[in-house]
């Protein structure tokens, strides 16, 4: 079946450190891979989507790269601002998926400090 | 208005009440989605509706019935509650046209049942 796994929060770092949140995903086919963010308070904002392997999606200085071979989407931020503390959640729409069906994973919290 | 929004923001009902929650997307979509987020738990997907009819019901209970009247508007009845039914009730919409389409959520609705 289809599944998404990301990295256990809480993650705490500084202002201005780099950031990786890591996330794999089992699916049969081409899914589309998607990285949405909640700011405290409020509800999902798709952040980066990359469609097909080897796409970058980036957005606000995130950046996350689709790796087939892996069955990875790992996030990146090279520099990190007390703005960006929210938790972030990586996702996947399968192949052929109907009614846009987006399966999620369970959610990392970053805090930055700072 | 733009995007999608939610009302109430925030809701305190007993278990005996009957409330609903509404969502409205002026994003010109024809998919609309039901999501309860809990504490510690990823989000669950509870109803899809495409084209305005349901084509998807997570075995939610049916203390929770949705409606949507037309591709605009979604609502979420609610009647004889529990309080474990306490969560964020996230609203969202997409265009469903057979392609990896991302979400647009709207804010929430924070539900709380005593």
């Known amino acids: 079946g289809n599944s998404v796994t990301q990295m256990e929060g809480p993650v705490t770092l500084s202002e201005e450190a780099f950031l990786t949140i890591n996330c794999t995903y089992t699916a049969t086919g081409y899914p589309s891979l998607f990285w949405y963010v909640q700011y405290p308070g409020e509800g999902l904002q798709l952040l980066l989507k990359?469609?097909?392997?080897?796409d970058k999606g980036s957005n606000k200085g995130f950046e996350a790269t689709y790796r087939k071979e892996t069955t990875s989407f790992h996030l990146e931020k090279g520099s990190v601002q007390v703005s960006d503390s929210a938790v972030y959640f990586c996702a996947l729409s399968p192949w052929g998926g109907s009614q846009g069906n987006l399966i999620f994973g369970k959610g990392t919290k970053l805090s930055v400090k700072p | 208005e733009t995007g999608v929004t939610q009302t109430p923001r925030h809701l305190v009902m007993g278990m005996t009440n009957k409330k609903s929650l509404k969502c409205e997307q002026h994003l010109g979509h024809n998919a609309m989605y039901w999501y309860k987020q809990s504490a510690k738990k990823p989000l669950e997907l509870m109803f899809v509706?495409?084209?305005?009819?349901?084509?998807e019901n997570n075995s939610v209970p049916s203390r929770f019935s949705p409606e949507c009247p037309n591709s605009s508007h979604l609502f979420l009845h609610l009647h004889t509650l529990q309080p474990e039914d306490s969560a964020l009730y996230l609203c969202a919409s997409s265009q469903d046209d057979g392609t990896h389409n991302e979400q647009f959520f709207g804010p929430g609705t924070r539900l709380t049942v005593l």
């Open positions: 990359a469609t097909k392997a080897d």
């Open positions: 509706y495409s084209l305005e009819e349901r084509v």
